[in-house]
Antibody
């Protein structure tokens, strides 16, 4: 059974930093790309960032580029999101999600999701 | 404002069929066969019910089906059941710059 568990959320002042973690278990970590997505209160989902299954590249939404950094630790089956220069509009539930990249073909689907972690940025 | 356009809500009686549309552009839905749909129960994480336009993950009932025509994708739930009451989000890959775009979500109510 696949389990993804986020942690590290909380309340932070505008301009502050937070580091989210996501522990992944029950899947072939090295064959999955990972994403962070978020959902602001009462809003739809927003894709935030992605790191490739082999860690060779990562990409970001324009709204977070230059402020957020995604990383992964293969030895610990962990995914991270370092969030700096936080703004009130970053307030949302943040989800980590896995994308199957078996045989080096990524399916462009968020297959497994964590339960989400709340990030609140106060002004 | 979301990049993809979905109706805010749809409803149907048990046993009926409902279809949710998701309108995009030639840069996302029209360009790629990477449309996926996610079911989200209140207070829960989303769960994929359709990927690659019309593929169903194992464990998802076959009453869920997906399709695409031009720049618009659709999710149909046939034989609606009470447990299908949820919000459904459409998503499309949109290339190496924009990456992924979502709709605003459609709330499905079972009357």
């Amino acid at each position: 059974q696949v389990l993804m568990v986020e942690s590290g959320g909380g309340v932070v002042q505008s301009g502050g930093s937070l580091r989210l973690s996501c522990a992944a278990a029950g899947l072939g970590f090295n064959t999955y790309g990972f994403h962070w997505l978020r959902q602001a209160p009462g809003k739809g989902l927003e894709w935030v960032t992605y790191i490739h299954y082999d860690g060779s590249f990562n990409v970001y939404a324009d709204s977070v580029k230059g402020r957020f950094t995604i990383s992964r630790d293969t030895s610990k089956n962990m995914l991270y999101l370092q969030m700096n220069s936080l703004k009130p509009e970053d307030t949302a539930v943040y989800y980590c999600a896995g994308e199957n990249c078996a045989n080096k073909f990524c399916r462009k689907t968020f297959v497994y999701w964590g339960q989400g972690v709340q990030v609140t940025v106060s002004s | 404002q979301s990049a993809l356009t979905q109706p805010r809500s749809v409803s149907g009686s048990p046993g009926q069929s409902v279809t949710i549309t998701c309108a995009g552009t030639s840069s996302d839905i029209g360009a790629y066969n990477f449309v996926s749909w996610y079911q989200q129960l209140p207070g829960k994480a989303p769960k994929v019910v359709i990927y690659a336009v019309n593929e169903r993950p194992s464990g998802v009932p076959d009453r869920f089906s997906g399709s695409k025509s031009g720049n618009t994708a659709s999710l149909t739930i046939s034989g609606l059941q009470a447990e299908d009451e949820a919000t459904y989000h459409c998503c499309s890959y949109a290339g190496s710059y924009t990456h992924y775009v979502f709709g605003g979500g459609t709330e499905v109510t079972v009357l």
